[in-house]
């Protein structure tokens, strides 16, 4: 009698687990992908800053805050493989807008 009601109690706390009304979702997420329109939000890498060109020698224009928000105009690629963004940041008075960063 005992290993019954220790039945009964093992599957009254595991089986609503995989029930829908237990909290399973087995539904794949929806992905949301970034609309061309949304703005990209810079990560405040240590590199965060707009350069004039896409070479790290190139002059910096202004450093980029964390979470910043930039557009994307293009992306270019080095024939070693590193990627460049060229991106314009929100406009402060008498700073640069374009610029180059690493991707």
Known sequence: ??????WVLGFALIAPAGLP???????????????????LLSEGSCDGVLRTSPH??????????AGAPLRLLRVWQQPEGERWLHVEAAADAGSARRGWLVG
Request: proline share 11%; aromatic share 8%; glycine share 8%.
């Open 1 to 6: 009698m005992a290993w019954r009601w220790i």
């Open 21 to 39: 009304a237990g909290g399973a979702d087995w539904r794949t997420p929806e992905l949301r992908r970034r609309q061309s329109g949304d703005p």
């Open 56 to 65: 790290h020698r190139a002059p910096c224009l202004r450093p980029l805050s």
